[in-house]
Protein backbone atom coordinates (compact mmCIF):
# COMPACT_ATOMS: atom_id res chain seq x y z
CA UNK A 1 0.00 0.00 0.00
CA UNK A 2 2.54 2.15 0.71
CA UNK A 3 3.88 2.16 -3.16
CA UNK A 4 0.13 3.55 -4.29
CA UNK A 5 -0.74 5.43 -1.53
CA UNK A 6 1.71 5.68 0.95
CA UNK A 7 3.07 8.53 3.10
CA UNK A 8 6.24 9.20 1.44
CA UNK A 9 4.52 9.80 -1.80
CA UNK A 10 3.65 13.33 -0.12
CA UNK A 11 5.56 15.62 0.81
CA UNK A 12 5.04 17.17 4.27
CA UNK A 13 3.32 19.97 3.68
CA UNK A 14 0.74 18.75 0.85
CA UNK A 15 -0.15 15.81 3.56
CA UNK A 16 -3.75 16.01 4.10
CA UNK A 17 -5.95 13.25 5.10
CA UNK A 18 -8.89 15.18 4.58
CA UNK A 19 -8.45 14.76 0.46
CA UNK A 20 -5.77 12.05 0.51
CA UNK A 21 -7.16 8.61 -1.30
CA UNK A 22 -6.80 4.51 -1.24
CA UNK A 23 -7.70 5.15 -4.87
CA UNK A 24 -3.99 3.66 -6.25
CA UNK A 25 -3.95 0.52 -4.07
CA UNK A 26 -7.56 -0.40 -5.40
CA UNK A 27 -5.53 -0.24 -9.15
CA UNK A 28 -2.83 -2.61 -7.70
CA UNK A 29 -4.70 -4.77 -6.97
CA UNK A 30 -6.75 -5.09 -10.09
CA UNK A 31 -3.86 -5.24 -12.00
CA UNK A 32 -3.08 -8.23 -10.15
CA UNK A 33 -6.34 -9.40 -10.66
CA UNK A 34 -5.70 -8.93 -15.00
CA UNK A 35 -2.43 -10.77 -14.36
CA UNK A 36 -4.50 -13.87 -12.88
CA UNK A 37 -3.12 -13.70 -9.45
CA UNK A 38 -5.18 -15.66 -6.84
CA UNK A 39 -3.34 -15.08 -3.89
CA UNK A 40 -2.75 -11.27 -2.64
CA UNK A 41 -0.52 -10.15 0.44
CA UNK A 42 -0.94 -6.69 0.62
CA UNK A 43 0.64 -4.71 3.74
CA UNK A 44 -1.01 -1.81 4.90
CA UNK A 45 1.56 0.12 6.71
CA UNK A 46 2.88 3.75 5.92
CA UNK A 47 -0.24 4.98 4.23
CA UNK A 48 -1.01 8.78 3.59
CA UNK A 49 -4.74 7.62 3.56
CA UNK A 50 -7.54 8.05 6.29
CA UNK A 51 -10.75 8.15 3.71
CA UNK A 52 -11.43 3.87 5.08
CA UNK A 53 -10.23 2.23 1.97
CA UNK A 54 -13.05 4.03 0.08
CA UNK A 55 -11.07 4.99 -3.16
CA UNK A 56 -9.15 1.36 -3.25
CA UNK A 57 -13.31 0.11 -3.28
CA UNK A 58 -14.15 2.70 -6.05
CA UNK A 59 -11.35 1.90 -7.76
CA UNK A 60 -12.52 -1.94 -7.78
CA UNK A 61 -15.96 -0.98 -9.29
CA UNK A 62 -18.06 -0.01 -5.92
CA UNK A 63 -20.09 2.73 -6.25
CA UNK A 64 -20.35 5.02 -3.12
CA UNK A 65 -23.26 7.86 -3.16
CA UNK A 66 -24.42 10.75 -1.18
CA UNK A 67 -27.80 11.36 -1.30
CA UNK A 68 -28.50 13.01 -4.88
CA UNK A 69 -26.78 10.40 -6.00
CA UNK A 70 -23.65 11.03 -7.38
CA UNK A 71 -20.32 9.58 -6.20
CA UNK A 72 -18.70 10.58 -3.30
CA UNK A 73 -15.12 13.02 -3.22
CA UNK A 74 -12.46 11.26 -2.93
CA UNK A 75 -9.97 11.48 0.67
CA UNK A 76 -11.87 11.15 3.78
CA UNK A 77 -14.08 14.09 3.53
CA UNK A 78 -15.79 12.34 0.63
CA UNK A 79 -17.19 9.56 3.65
CA UNK A 80 -19.17 12.85 5.25
CA UNK A 81 -21.59 12.52 2.55
CA UNK A 82 -21.61 9.17 1.67
CA UNK A 83 -25.63 7.78 1.66
CA UNK A 84 -25.60 4.44 0.48
CA UNK A 85 -23.35 1.74 -1.02
CA UNK A 86 -23.63 -0.17 -3.92
CA UNK A 87 -21.30 -3.08 -4.67
CA UNK A 88 -22.79 -4.51 -7.74
CA UNK A 89 -20.57 -3.74 -9.65
CA UNK A 90 -17.34 -4.99 -7.44
CA UNK A 91 -14.93 -6.57 -9.05
CA UNK A 92 -15.92 -10.34 -9.19
CA UNK A 93 -12.50 -11.40 -9.63
CA UNK A 94 -12.29 -10.29 -5.82
CA UNK A 95 -14.19 -13.57 -4.63
CA UNK A 96 -11.81 -16.20 -6.29
CA UNK A 97 -8.93 -14.53 -4.93
CA UNK A 98 -7.45 -14.97 -1.14
CA UNK A 99 -6.16 -11.91 0.05
CA UNK A 100 -4.31 -11.50 3.10
CA UNK A 101 -3.48 -8.30 5.24
CA UNK A 102 -0.41 -7.85 6.93
CA UNK A 103 -2.17 -5.26 9.79
CA UNK A 104 0.59 -5.40 13.13
CA UNK A 105 -2.00 -3.07 14.89
CA UNK A 106 -5.71 -3.88 16.37
CA UNK A 107 -6.88 -0.40 16.71
CA UNK A 108 -10.80 -0.15 16.00
CA UNK A 109 -12.00 2.11 13.21
CA UNK A 110 -13.05 4.90 14.99
CA UNK A 111 -12.90 6.18 18.87
CA UNK A 112 -9.79 7.13 21.21
CA UNK A 113 -8.03 4.37 19.63
CA UNK A 114 -9.33 4.22 15.89
CA UNK A 115 -7.46 5.26 12.75
CA UNK A 116 -8.14 9.08 13.12
CA UNK A 117 -7.22 9.89 16.40
CA UNK A 118 -4.09 7.66 16.58
CA UNK A 119 -2.62 7.66 13.27
CA UNK A 120 -4.03 10.95 11.69
CA UNK A 121 -1.88 13.30 12.97
CA UNK A 122 1.31 11.99 11.38
CA UNK A 123 -0.49 12.02 8.29
CA UNK A 124 -1.48 15.77 8.58
CA UNK A 125 -4.84 15.99 10.54
CA UNK A 126 -5.04 18.73 13.36
CA UNK A 127 -7.61 18.23 15.86
CA UNK A 128 -10.41 19.66 14.01
CA UNK A 129 -9.94 17.25 11.08
CA UNK A 130 -9.71 14.68 13.32
CA UNK A 131 -12.86 15.25 14.54
CA UNK A 132 -14.45 15.37 11.40
CA UNK A 133 -12.84 12.20 10.26
CA UNK A 134 -13.74 10.06 12.74
CA UNK A 135 -17.26 11.56 12.31
CA UNK A 136 -17.17 10.38 8.62
CA UNK A 137 -15.56 6.86 9.11
CA UNK A 138 -18.32 5.91 12.18
CA UNK A 139 -20.90 7.23 8.99
CA UNK A 140 -18.68 4.62 7.00
CA UNK A 141 -19.41 2.10 9.45
CA UNK A 142 -23.07 2.34 10.12
CA UNK A 143 -23.12 2.00 5.42
CA UNK A 144 -21.15 -1.16 5.71
CA UNK A 145 -23.57 -2.63 8.19
CA UNK A 146 -26.44 -1.65 6.76
CA UNK A 147 -25.98 -2.05 3.35
CA UNK A 148 -23.60 -5.25 3.41
CA UNK A 149 -24.16 -6.45 6.48
CA UNK A 150 -20.71 -6.82 8.05
CA UNK A 151 -19.83 -5.53 11.56
CA UNK A 152 -16.66 -3.19 11.38
CA UNK A 153 -17.12 -0.98 13.75
CA UNK A 154 -15.47 -3.43 16.45
CA UNK A 155 -12.95 -4.77 13.91
CA UNK A 156 -9.53 -5.39 15.85
CA UNK A 157 -7.14 -3.86 12.99
CA UNK A 158 -10.10 -2.11 11.26
CA UNK A 159 -8.52 1.20 11.57
CA UNK A 160 -5.30 0.54 10.08
CA UNK A 161 -4.17 2.42 7.40
CA UNK A 162 -6.53 5.18 7.90
CA UNK A 163 -9.48 2.63 7.36
CA UNK A 164 -8.12 0.01 5.11
CA UNK A 165 -8.28 -2.67 7.09
CA UNK A 166 -12.15 -2.28 7.64
CA UNK A 167 -12.12 -1.94 4.26
CA UNK A 168 -10.42 -4.66 2.66
CA UNK A 169 -11.88 -7.00 5.46
CA UNK A 170 -15.58 -5.64 4.16
CA UNK A 171 -15.41 -5.44 0.60
CA UNK A 172 -12.46 -7.91 0.04
CA UNK A 173 -13.61 -10.92 2.11
CA UNK A 174 -10.08 -10.07 3.19
CA UNK A 175 -8.34 -12.12 6.52
CA UNK A 176 -6.23 -9.54 8.79
CA UNK A 177 -3.06 -10.85 10.21
CA UNK A 178 -0.16 -10.01 12.17
CA UNK A 179 2.84 -9.46 9.37
CA UNK A 180 5.02 -11.86 10.86
CA UNK A 181 2.77 -14.69 10.40
CA UNK A 182 2.45 -14.15 6.82
CA UNK A 183 5.75 -14.33 6.27
CA UNK A 184 6.98 -16.88 8.64
CA UNK A 185 4.10 -19.02 6.88
CA UNK A 186 5.22 -17.84 3.14
CA UNK A 187 9.27 -18.73 4.44
CA UNK A 188 7.97 -22.08 6.10
CA UNK A 189 10.64 -20.24 8.85
CA UNK A 190 9.54 -23.03 11.03
CA UNK A 191 10.78 -25.60 9.56
CA UNK A 192 14.08 -23.76 8.87
CA UNK A 193 14.70 -23.23 12.57
CA UNK A 194 13.83 -26.60 13.47
CA UNK A 195 17.05 -27.54 11.93
CA UNK A 196 18.94 -24.72 12.68
CA UNK A 197 22.23 -24.48 15.46
CA UNK A 198 21.83 -20.51 16.02
CA UNK A 199 19.22 -18.22 14.72
CA UNK A 200 20.06 -14.52 14.15
CA UNK A 201 17.45 -11.78 13.50
CA UNK A 202 17.02 -8.20 13.57
CA UNK A 203 15.58 -4.51 12.87
CA UNK A 204 16.18 -1.19 12.45
CA UNK A 205 16.48 -0.62 16.14
CA UNK A 206 15.16 -2.68 18.64
CA UNK A 207 13.65 -1.99 22.15
CA UNK A 208 10.72 -2.11 24.59
CA UNK A 209 8.06 -1.98 21.54
CA UNK A 210 9.96 -4.66 19.66
CA UNK A 211 7.93 -7.27 21.78
CA UNK A 212 4.48 -6.02 19.94
CA UNK A 213 4.48 -8.18 17.22
CA UNK A 214 8.00 -7.02 15.99
CA UNK A 215 9.71 -9.49 13.71
CA UNK A 216 12.72 -10.34 16.16
CA UNK A 217 9.80 -11.68 18.23
CA UNK A 218 7.92 -13.30 16.10
CA UNK A 219 11.43 -15.69 15.07
CA UNK A 220 12.63 -15.91 18.26
CA UNK A 221 9.03 -17.29 19.48
CA UNK A 222 9.28 -20.02 16.84
CA UNK A 223 12.74 -20.44 17.45
CA UNK A 224 12.35 -21.64 21.36
CA UNK A 225 9.72 -23.77 20.45
CA UNK A 226 13.23 -25.92 19.48
CA UNK A 227 15.26 -24.19 22.52
CA UNK A 228 17.30 -22.67 19.78
CA UNK A 229 19.36 -19.56 21.05
CA UNK A 230 18.71 -16.09 19.51
CA UNK A 231 20.73 -13.48 18.47
CA UNK A 232 19.40 -9.68 17.64
CA UNK A 233 21.51 -7.16 15.76
CA UNK A 234 19.84 -3.91 15.11
CA UNK A 235 21.12 0.01 13.89
CA UNK A 236 20.20 0.93 17.52
CA UNK A 237 19.52 -0.42 20.79
CA UNK A 238 17.61 1.74 23.70
CA UNK A 239 17.87 2.14 27.59
CA UNK A 240 14.63 0.13 27.93
CA UNK A 241 16.02 -2.98 25.65
CA UNK A 242 16.63 -5.54 28.15
CA UNK A 243 13.06 -6.41 28.07
CA UNK A 244 13.58 -8.51 24.89
CA UNK A 245 15.14 -11.20 27.19
CA UNK A 246 12.17 -11.94 28.36
CA UNK A 247 10.68 -12.49 25.07
CA UNK A 248 13.34 -15.05 23.44
CA UNK A 249 16.04 -12.57 22.40
CA UNK A 250 18.74 -14.11 24.30
CA UNK A 251 21.70 -11.25 23.63
CA UNK A 252 21.05 -8.16 21.09
CA UNK A 253 23.90 -6.19 18.87
CA UNK A 254 24.03 -2.97 17.77
CA UNK A 255 25.59 -2.50 14.46
CA UNK A 256 26.73 1.30 15.28
CA UNK A 257 30.32 1.85 16.99
CA UNK A 258 30.60 5.36 17.15
CA UNK A 259 28.10 8.54 17.63
CA UNK A 260 27.43 8.93 13.93
CA UNK A 261 24.66 11.09 11.67
CA UNK A 262 21.66 8.76 10.32
CA UNK A 263 23.37 9.52 6.58
CA UNK A 264 27.06 7.82 7.50
CA UNK A 265 25.30 5.04 9.92
CA UNK A 266 23.66 4.01 6.39
CA UNK A 267 26.95 4.48 4.08
CA UNK A 268 28.45 2.25 5.96
CA UNK A 269 25.75 -0.24 6.92
CA UNK A 270 27.50 -3.11 5.18
CA UNK A 271 30.90 -2.74 6.71
CA UNK A 272 29.10 -2.39 10.28
CA UNK A 273 27.02 -5.43 9.80
CA UNK A 274 30.65 -7.34 8.91
CA UNK A 275 32.09 -6.43 11.99
CA UNK A 276 29.48 -7.04 14.32
CA UNK A 277 28.47 -10.42 13.17
CA UNK A 278 32.56 -10.60 13.31
CA UNK A 279 31.82 -10.21 16.94
CA UNK A 280 29.28 -12.26 17.75
CA UNK A 281 30.85 -15.45 15.56
CA UNK A 282 33.84 -14.32 18.62
CA UNK A 283 32.01 -14.55 21.48
CA UNK A 284 30.28 -17.23 20.75
CA UNK A 285 33.62 -18.74 20.02
CA UNK A 286 34.92 -17.62 23.25
CA UNK A 287 32.41 -19.22 25.06
CA UNK A 288 32.57 -22.55 24.01
CA UNK A 289 36.20 -22.46 25.68
CA UNK A 290 34.45 -21.25 29.06
CA UNK A 291 33.03 -24.92 29.15
Given at each position: ?AA????E????A???P ?10 LI ?19 T ?13 RLRD ?10 I?L?T???ID ?5 K???ACH ?6 V???LT??EG ?10 A?PE ?8 L ?8 R ?8 LAG ?6 M ?10 Q????I????DAL???A ?6 LVIT??GR????T??GK ?8 A ?5 PV ?6 LTA???V???HG ?6 V ?6 LE??L?N ?6 M???N ?9 QLR
Amino acid sequence: MAAASGLEQVPPAQRDPLKTTSWGTGELIRHALDAGVEHIIIGIGGSATNDGGAGMVQALGARLRDAQGNDIAQGGIGLETLASIDISGLDKRLSACHIEVACDVTNPLTGKEGASAVFGPQKGATPEMIERLDTALTRYAHLIARDLHVDVLDLAGGGAAGGMGAALYAFCGAQLRRGIEIVTDALHLEACLADADLVITGEGRIDSQTIHGKVPIGVANIAKRYNKPVIGIAGSLTADVSVVHEHGLDAVFSVIYTICTLEDALKNASENVRMTARNVAATLKAGQQLR
